[in-house]
């Protein structure tokens, strides 16, 4: 059997392309491991349904001038849509479709980006189970910058 520095590292894998596995039986069979083959496909879906114990909307944000924060969705599980509100200057909301945000058990992490000029600490609240209030300050604090919400269960 090769070892495995043996095997070359580089490439992109494809979603048909195969990862050597073993199928573990479950506790108390009588059935043994067997090795398998695995697509990428496989193992990739599994690992987008595995539960981490909570939901997440993840997007970068850039917001300048008078405008609503613009998202560039990166993940969402929530199975929820989202509207982004600016309701004065420094002050925005984002809005989901139904009752999401369940009170001690979501939870947001933001910042500015790449916009080097802010230095504005970034507050958030959870305004109601829909809403979540963003408070920089004032207006042109987000240039790409990080916007998680997280929803445990």
């Known amino acids: 059997m090769a070892t495995l520095t043996a095997y070359p590292t580089n490439g992109n894998p494809k979603s048909s392309d195969l990862l ?3 199928t573990i039986p479950t506790t108390g069979s009588d059935e043994q491991p067997i090795t398998n083959n695995f697509t990428i ?3 990739a879906s599994f690992a987008n349904s595995y539960s981490l114990g909570y939901t997440l909307y993840t997007a970068l944000l850039t917001q300048a001038g008078a405008a609503a924060p613009v998202p560039t969705v990166l993940q969402n599980t929530t ?3 989202f509207t982004w509100t600016r309701q004065s200057a420094g002050n925005y ?3 989901a479709s139904s009752a999401l945000f369940t009170a001690n058990k ?3 992490f933001v ?3 790449s916009n080097a000029a802010s230095t504005d600490v970034i507050k958030w609240n959870r305004t109601s189970d ?3 209030t963003l408070i920089p300050t004032v207006d042109g604090q987000f240039t790409n ?3 998680e919400i997280r929803i445990y269960s």
Do not use: Q, R
Request: no cysteine; hydrophobic share 35%; proline share 0%.
């Open 20 to 22: 050597l596995g073993t």
């Open 41 to 43: 496909a496989s193992v």
């Open 79 to 81: 199975g929820k849509t």
């Open 93 to 95: 909301t984002v809005t």
């Open 106 to 108: 979501t939870i947001v």
């Open 111 to 113: 910042n500015n980006g």
């Open 130 to 132: 829909t809403t979540i």
């Open 145 to 147: 910058g990080s916007f």
